[in-house]
């Protein structure tokens, strides 16, 4: 894994353009400038600030809408078999089951799935780089036991543990972990992390390994820097292109993910809205009521896609020797 | 004991749940006389069902599933008291059926004497009389611990039974007898009963108590190994019966006309003689009888509907009772009637905010029953519940009764706020459930779609009296809320189906002495003590809770009239002074056939098709 370091010394890659005189760029700069160019990535980018400001505004939506996110309009919004009513001019997408509006419920399944997904990711990588760094820079026993126990995490079928974890986290009020793990958003999230962590940590690792032999490395140790300082101080900036690039690839994973546990029942409570339980209740009827699975169908891809594509993006702007 | 009547509450519930309903008055009709002239004789009838929830493994001392009740009394085996097997009040009375007539019952009511018709036969390879010693060996049976007699609870009213069964049963070293029952010849039996009990007779009308006959059912004295080579005394037997070799024990192989998993096979019995029957209990038009399992309910319903089924035994999806109902060529053969069952929102007496009478009144006023209706499917899933037991186990007497009505049955807030105010739960008298304990109650419900698409009207309707409830979907939360020491404060899982036509089969909920620490069914523990709370494991507020057990004790004494309105008269009070449930749904068992089913009619008893009655085009198939 090559990285990009503030120290290096080589040709700017910028193009110059003749009788223009060549000057020299920060990384930064060079960074942007690809960037730019990328209008895949661009277009991630703009998805993901619109997809923000939705999930943000949702409470705003919801009361310009006029329907609260578990309102039921039972009688307007299902028939009197108890099938949802498709879109009209007040529930622009619809209905579900309970005859709540599917547009608010959207925008606020919006709001969980980037919750889940960032804080999740957040979590995970918060995890992964101080453990990977640890384990790339000790070696010897610590890089053993950190590196055994990713393997072991990695080899473990994550979902059937994920739906053990949350099966047994669910079955009482409480929580599991004496309360530390309550039942909802908090467990989604800790299943989460705690599956996706040894990816970035593994990556970490392995830069630092090659890291802590250069010589910028042997200087600041030779000036007395302490092993705390090394590693988060000299080393960790240089691990902050392939960590971006990490976080982007594995949002939309984790977004995936909290739709997958959601799907399955043992995501997150039926009064928080979640692209992934609204897929699953709509399983049941899509075919009478095909507004209920093609606008979370549609949101979720859309999120999922636009990570992919920015992920994607930065990828190429800030590691261009990676380059196809 | 009493304990074990919970599996009928599963199963009829697994069965109202699953078999979806539709009662309105134009399908309730069709439970006579379909279009299609004189019916015909003839037909190889095929069920699918998706799921078989044997629980007794089709034995009938211990199996208490709806479906094999149903089987049992229409084709199978001969009580000594029967049902005519349709639908409506008539379906719900009691006919002679292995019995040459009504007993003679004692005075004091706690003798009962039958004779028994002469020319009912076993069919082969028994081929001989059922004599009174055949009903006794099924009493002896019932009372065998080994057996697990699911509903044996019932006949421990029996002098000498609850010895029989110390001593251990059949598997008893030497003579064990039931000394209250007497077989003085082989017409002739005679039981005494420590009590007078208004029910007996219904008691009988159960399958358990039919003959069985011993030099078969000897061999097998574990539970449920008797269900692979029932030997009957109905129109119809499993199929391979008469190629059964009975020589010897170990002669017996499994009959191929059931297998637990997989089907259910059953043929003409040529012992059966018509001249002992009546027909207005059975007219047996169906020459062959097979049920099998599809896990794909989606294509039960395609099959049915093309015609290579004649009947789902599932639930119907929302979609298809549309369909069904809308569609006027499909109209007839949707079929939808009063199920005798009840499903309701259960309370905890003990549990805050729920220990405090106002609190569970106010849930009654305040719950959107219209929309956890249309959760199940709507209107066509039966009438909105008002009270306990069903309205036409009380002949409809009751259907005006409805205490807590509210406009449209979507719940009334300004009601339910009102009394709200009055309890201690609404510090300032607000209206709102305000104090610590309104905030995150524990609701238990199921995994499964109709209790999935419940939840947020349980959730916001309890919302709009300030209870914050947080639900929890459990795959086995009849279990959950069966264990006292969980202390689920709410639950929506619950349902009860009657076993038989008295209220009694509802009031067993409400007994403190079926109060169990697992396995029990009074889920609200109304009438708990503080004593029992300890032994069982109950918590939170165990004094004080009121009991209706003197109440339910004098019912029993009673029979006929007296004894409909006494229970008529416990349901009120549980109602308005206990408030143990927030019932919503009277449900309907409805059944999908195809347009082969020329004559369908529905089975009160059993909440099932009327087997013995209904006919199909022979030529289908």
């Known amino acids: 894994m090559a990285t990009v370091a503030p120290e290096t010394t080589q040709a700017p890659l910028g193009l110059a353009v003749a009788g223009e005189q060549v000057t020299g760029r920060t990384p930064r700069q060079l960074f942007w400038a690809r960037f730019k160019k990328d209008r895949a990535a661009l277009l991630g980018l703009a998805l993901i600030v619109l997809l923000v400001l939705l999930g943000a505004l949702a409470p705003l939506i919801s009361k310009l809408a006029g329907h609260g996110p578990n309102e039921l309009f039972t009688r307007e919004m299902t028939d009197e078999f108890g099938i949802p009513l498709g879109p009209n001019g007040e529930f622009i997408f619809g209905a579900d089951k309970s005859g709540r509006d599917l547009f608010v419920r959207i925008m606020y399944g919006i709001r969980t799935s980037l919750i889940v997904g960032v804080v999740a990711t957040l979590f995970a990588v918060f995890i992964g780089v101080v453990l990977g760094i640890a384990a790339g820079y000790f070696r010897g026993v610590v890089d053993t036991i950190i590196s055994r126990t990713i393997d072991v995490i990695l080899s473990m079928p994550i979902l059937l543990f994920a739906i053990g974890i949350a099966a047994a986290c669910s079955a009482t009020a409480t929580g599991c972990l004496n309360g530390l793990v309550k039942p909802g958003l908090s467990l989604v999230i800790f299943i989460i992390a705690i599956f996706t962590w040894p990816y970035i940590a593994r990556i970490v690792r392995g830069s630092t390994l090659s890291l802590r032999e250069k010589e910028f490395i042997e200087a600041a140790r030779s000036v007395g820097a302490g092993n705390g300082r090394i590693m988060f101080r000299e080393i960790l900036p240089n691990l902050v292109a392939p960590i971006i690039v990490y976080t982007t690839v594995i949002i939309p994973n984790n977004i995936l993910f909290e739709a997958a546990l959601s799907f399955l029942g043992l995501g997150v409570p039926d009064r928080i809205p979640s692209l992934g339980r609204m897929l699953d209740d709509a399983s049941a009827i899509f075919e009478d009521a095909w507004w209920f699975m093609f606008f979370p169908g549609l949101f979720l891809i859309l999120i999922t896609l636009a990570f992919n594509l920015l992920g994607d993006g930065l990828r190429d702007a800030l590691d261009p020797r990676s380059d196809r | ?621």
């Open chain 2, 1 to 621: 004991m009493l304990a074990l009547s919970l599996l009928l509450a599963v199963t009829a519930a697994g069965c109202g749940g699953d078999d979806g309903g539709g009662g309105d008055e134009q399908a309730a009709t069709d439970t006579g006389e379909d279009a299609g002239g004189e019916p015909q004789r003839g037909g190889t009838f095929r069920i699918q069902t998706d799921a078989f929830e044997w629980t007794g493994n089709f034995d009938p001392t211990g199996e208490y599933l709806g479906t094999a009740l149903g089987f049992y009394s229409s084709l199978l085996v001969r009580n000594l008291m029967g049902y005519r097997h349709v639908g409506g009040p008539e379906g719900n009375e009691l006919i002679p059926d292995l019995a040459e007539a009504e007993p003679e019952i004692s005075e004091d009511g706690l003798t009962y004497t039958f004779k028994i018709k002469p020319g009912v036969k076993f069919a082969p390879p028994v081929d001989r009389d059922v004599t009174s010693k055949d009903v006794l060996y099924a009493f002896k049976r019932i009372g065998t611990p080994s057996l697990v007699a699911q509903y044996g609870f019932y006949y421990s009213v029996i002098e000498g039974m609850a010895e029989f069964t110390e001593k251990g049963g059949l598997s008893a070293k030497g003579t064990n007898e039931i000394s209250g029952i007497e077989t003085p010849d082989d017409q002739t039996i005679t039981f005494k009963l420590t009590e007078p009990t208004g029910d007996f007779l219904f008691r009988l009308s159960m399958p358990a108590a039919g003959p069985i006959p011993e030099e078969v059912a000897k061999c097998f004295m574990k539970a449920g190994e008797y269900g692979r080579f029932l030997i009957a005394t109905g129109p119809y037997m499993l199929e391979g019966s008469d190629n059964l070799d009975a020589t010897s024990c170990k002669s017996m192989k499994p009959l191929p006309g059931f297998n637990p998993n997989q089907r259910l096979i059953m043929v003409r019995n040529p012992n059966y003689d018509e001249a002992t029957d009546t027909k207005e209990a059975r007219e047996n038009f169906v020459d062959r009888w097979e049920m099998t399992l599809n896990t794909n309910a989606q294509d039960i319903f395609d099959r049915v509907k093309s015609g290579s089924v004649e009947l789902a035994h599932a639930s119907e999806p929302p979609e298809v009772i549309r369909e069904y109902t809308q569609n006027e060529d499909l109209k007839k053969n949707y079929h939808s009637d009063p199920g005798d069952r009840t499903w309701y929102i259960t309370m905890n007496l003990t549990q805050p905010p729920f220990d405090d009478i106002h609190v569970r009144k106010a849930a009654n006023l305040i719950m959107d029953k219209e929309g956890l209706r249309r959760a199940w499917g709507g209107s066509v899933k039966g009438d909105i519940a008002q009270h306990i037991v069903p309205d036409t186990m009380f002949n409809d007497e009751l259907e005006d009764y409805a205490p807590y009505a509210t406009e449209g049955d979507a719940g009334d807030v300004d009601k339910a706020m009102e009394e709200m105010k009055q309890s201690k739960y609404d510090t300032d008298q607000d209206g709102m459930c305000d104090a610590p304990q309104c905030k995150g109650v524990l609701h238990v419900t199921r995994t499964t779609d109709v209790w999935k698409a419940m939840v947020p009207v349980i959730e916001e309707s309890f919302r709009k009296i300030g209870i914050q409830v947080t639900t929890r979907e459990f795959e086995d939360s009849y279990t959950v809320i069966q264990t006292v020491k969980r202390q689920a404060p709410v639950s929506s899982t619950p349902g009860w189906g009657k076993d038989y036509a008295d209220a009694s089969t509802f009031m067993v909920l409400f007994d403190s002495r079926s109060i169990l620490a697992e396995g029990n069914v009074n889920y609200s523990l109304v009438g708990l003590t503080g004593e029992q709370a300890k032994e069982v494991g109950a918590a939170g507020t165990t004094s004080g809770i009121p009991s209706i057990d003197a109440d339910i004790d004098e019912c029993n004494k009673l029979q006929d009239d007296e004894r409909l309105s006494c229970w008529q008269d416990l349901d009120q009070k549980l109602m308005e002074e206990i408030v143990p449930w927030v019932p919503y749904l009277d449900a309907n068992a409805d059944f999908v056939t195809s347009d082969a089913v020329t004559h369908y009619v529905y089975d009160q008893f059993a909440g099932e098709p009327g087997w013995a009655h209904i006919a199909m085009d022979p030529s289908a198939g």
